[in-house]
């Protein structure tokens, strides 16, 4: 991508909305960065302050808007949000997405935050607005850990909702998996802990647990793999290092 950006930016000549997309290009490609990531907020503030602009005219920018794709400009103020959380920012990016109504985008920044009583009164705030609204029930369940939630996103749903029935699935399988292990099954609870991790495999605590299970089962292969999963999702879980440095 950067030769394709740096030929663009070289082309004095170049028209307005190519060189409108070129910059957003080479935002998104230095956002992924540390070291370049401020630049490409800089870059994406003077982008989104340029949308508001009278110049160019209609007779400059116009030309090849239909061929070149450029998103709206509730998508560019949604991805300037989320590059301000990827720098840290939070508080920007609330503003923004207050004004762009994304609560699932506000409720993830109050738990980033810590403030889970305030993202829990949003959700609450809004499901007095929209009851059967599966995913606001989703969000309350994943912010409180209290599965009843699910349950209840499933029913408003008609049982359509896919989030709910995914995360009810892997929380049953999850709840036997921790039940066999507590009664001795360790087997048993390995491979209730494999069929939950199927289904979701972004937990670092269920993969962490897998690996417990795993190990307690004599299967070491399966223990490691477990520990690294969760390493890879949650890098300061020191009590998974330690098991990967035992075996």
Known sequence: MAPYIEAIDSQQSSCFILKFFCDLLRIRWESTHSHTKGRALEMMDKLVEGISNSSPGVTQSIPFCYVIYVPTIPALRKEYAKLFVSCGLIGEAIKIFEVLDLWDNLIYCNCLLGKKAAAVELIKARLSEKPNDPTLWCSLGGVTNN??????????????????????????????????????????????????????????????????????????????DGFTRAVQLDPGNGEAWNNIACL
């Open 147 to 224: 599965d009843a939630c699910y349950e209840k996103a499933l029913e408003v749903s008609n049982d359509k909702s896919a989030r709910a029935k995914l995360t009810y699935l892997y929380v049953n399988r999850r709840s036997l998996a921790r039940s066999a292990y507590n009664r001795g099954e360790y087997e048993t609870s390995k491979i209730l802990w494999e069929a939950a991790m199927a289904v979701n495999s972004l937990y670092p605590d269920g993969w962490f647990a897998l690996g417990a299970a795993a190990l307690k089962a004599q299967d070491v292969e399966k223990a490691l």
